[in-house]
């Protein structure tokens, strides 16, 4: 097989990996009514002139199914990381008792189960989209190898091979969709 043609396969399963793992992050980041440290992780906290993670500068652990405990390294952190959470707009509430932070989270509603699954599946859809965007710059490339003489049997065979690692991604897409909106939609 033609080097060029194996440079642009390679490439587009990175891109398209990219793309999947990208959907993950995202897909974590929609809560299926437990608590989870990962609800946290786009938060920025004020810490001393500077937007900082929130997991930088305190621990954040569950207690229990609806419990999330912060932990901060330094007792000052207290009101910023306080402050932080109630800015991000996450639904959550913040209980300071000076030592930690405990925020209860709430048990999640039936319609507000269906929001978050239209959340999910608008991320899922997202990816998609962005696999099939990854497909046709491939075949544009492979096309453009035409004329560098390069068989075009090697060419359409490439192709097809394109649009099997596409058909692949969109699957493991589907997939992940599948086992979020499972966890959602349990009660």
Known sequence: MNEDIQFILDDTKEQMEKCLSHLEAELVKVRAGKASPTMLESILVDYYGSKTPLNQVASINTADARTLVIQ??????????EKAIMAANLGLNPQNDGVLIRILVPALTEERRKDLVKKAKSEAENAKVSIRTIRKEANEELKKLLKNNV??????????????LTDGFVVKCDKHLEIKEKEIMTV
Not at 72 to 81: C, F, G
Request: aromatic fraction near 4%.
């Open 151 to 164: 068989p075009e049997d090697e060419i359409k065979e490439s192709e097809v091979k394109v649009q099997q």
């Open 72 to 81: 901060p390294w330094e007792k000052a952190t207290l009101t910023p990381i």
